[in-house]
C-alpha cells in the first residue's frame, strides 16, 4: 500500500484556480492508477478525475471535463489536480486515493481504489 497526503486546497473566488498535490510514499508509486474524488457535506463521494498507471490515460467526471486536468509525476510521486474555472458548486472535500494495478472494472468507483489521503478542504465563493 501507499499513504497518500494531500495540499493545496484553500478558499477561492468562483473563476479562479487552485492546484492540489498528492504526495505519495511506499514502494512502486509508478505501479497504482492515482485517482480524486470529491465530498460535498450532505452529499455522497463522488469521482472527480483518474490517470493510469501503465499508460497515463486520463478520465474525468462531466461535471469537471474541459475545466480540471489530473496529472502525475512519476519522479515525485506525486499526482496533481489542477483545477480552473472554479464553481460553487466544486466545493468539497477532495481525496486522493490509489488504486493498484492488479484492480480491473470501473476506473470511477471508488471501491477499486485501496488507499486513501485525508482530504484537503476546497471552497469556492460565489
Not at 41 to 53: H, L, M, S
Not at 96 to 101: L, T
Amino acid at each position: 500500500q501507499v499513504q497518500l497526503v494531500e495540499s493545496g486546497g484553500g478558499l477561492m473566488q468562483a473563476g479562479g484556480s487552485l492546484r492540489l498535490s498528492c504526495a505519495a510514499s511506499g514502494r512502486a508509486f509508478s505501479s497504482y492508477t492515482m485517482g480524486w474524488f470529491r465530498q460535498a457535506p450532505g452529499k455522497e463521494r463522488e469521482f472527480v478525475a483518474a490517470i493510469t498507471w501503465s499508460t497515463d490515460n486520463t478520465y474525468y467526471a462531466d461535471s469537471v471535463k474541459g475545466r480540471f486536468t489530473i496529472s502525475r509525476d512519476n519522479a515525485k510521486n506525486t499526482v496533481y489536480l489542477q483545477m480552473n474555472s472554479l464553481k460553487p458548486e466544486d466545493t468539497a472535500i477532495y481525496y486522493c486515493a490509489a488504486r493498484p494495478r492488479t484492480v480491473v472494472g470501473d476506473i470511477a468507483s471508488a471501491s477499486g481504489f485501496r488507499s486513501w489521503g485525508q482530504g484537503t478542504q476546497v471552497t469556492v465563493s460565489s
